[in-house]
């Protein structure tokens, strides 16, 4: 592989500007040397401006880039920084994500929804209700981030003569479970204008894991 010489390179450039032995530069001398003093003067001036302003301008040019640089490198820094903190809270959040997943798995793998739909009625001292005898599958969206891991069940409910405290709180109640559940549809009409009291109906839906599902993967 060849290799440059700089030592000849930089000969080559004093040969082609100063001359040989310097023969361009002994000639400039000379003939500035034979200008009267008022021309010299006037040669002198010129020249000192126009080297300050190429020393200026080097100078300039060189803090210029040295501040686009270090701007430039602040900016990498601060973007590659946002960018640690952003992966680490993708990474929390992903684990606690699949936390949740898992433990929703664990707790709704033996789930009986009508079975637990009833029992919470019977404990709010409901008397008169109706819920579906199994319960119902509902398909999930092709797009639906639990998909391939869950399916969603649901049953459908009567309650009948209750007042709105008695409802809301059954509602509170059936989402305070470690379940996960969902109302949906939640509807009300008056059974007892005197009283206030009410016939309200709500779909109640569970998401259960899937067979063959570890559900531990979003």
Known sequence: MATIDIKSIFNAMRIKILGEDNVHLIHLIDKFYSYKDRKRRKVLFYSSLIITGVLGSIIFLFFRTNYTLQQDLNTAIASQTFLEIQGRQYT???????????????????????????????SLAV?????????????????????DDFSKEYVQVSLTNISLKEALN???????????????????KP????????????????????????ATTP
């Open 170 to 188: 059954f509602v509170e109640e059936i989402e305070k479970l470690p379940y996960k559940l969902k109302v949906e549809n939640f509807s009300i």
């Open 127 to 147: 008397e008169q209700f109706q819920v579906s005898n199994k319960a119902l599958k509902e398909p999930l969206p092709p797009t639906h981030s639990l998909v």
């Open 92 to 122: 929390q959040l992903d684990n606690q994500y699949v936390s949740i997943l898992s433990e929703l798995a664990r707790t709704n793998k033996s789930l009986d929804l009508v079975t637990l739909v009833k029992e919470q009625i019977e």
């Open 191 to 214: 059974w007892d204008k005197e009283k206030l009291y009410f016939d309200v109906t709500l779909k109640i839906l569970a998401y259960v894991p899937t067979r063959g599902s570890d």
